[in-house]
């Protein structure tokens, strides 16, 4: 199921893979770390915290509809 949700965030758009890496964290282990704010986020590439929350929510959107993660869970 992790190597599937990799393989589904590294073929989303370059941006909306970047924001859910760093909020989400799907490649680091930081486990107990308090997740970087939209705002954060927004100013390590150059956008505003709603920006950000807004392409992160496009991408989840995206992996939620993804036919092969959902065959995964069910």
Request: one cysteine or more; a positive charge; proline letters at 3%.
């Amino acid at each position: 199921l992790v190597n599937s949700l990799r393989d589904a965030v590294m073929n989303l758009p370059m941006k909306e893979k970047a924001v859910v890496m760093i909020r989400d964290g799907i490649y680091s282990d930081r486990d107990g770390e308090k997740k970087p704010t939209y705002k954060e986020i927004g100013r390590c590439i150059g956008m505003t915290g709603e920006g950000v929350r807004c392409i992160r929510n496009k991408a989840i959107s995206k992996l939620r509809e993804n036919k092969k993660l959902v065959d995964l869970v069910l």
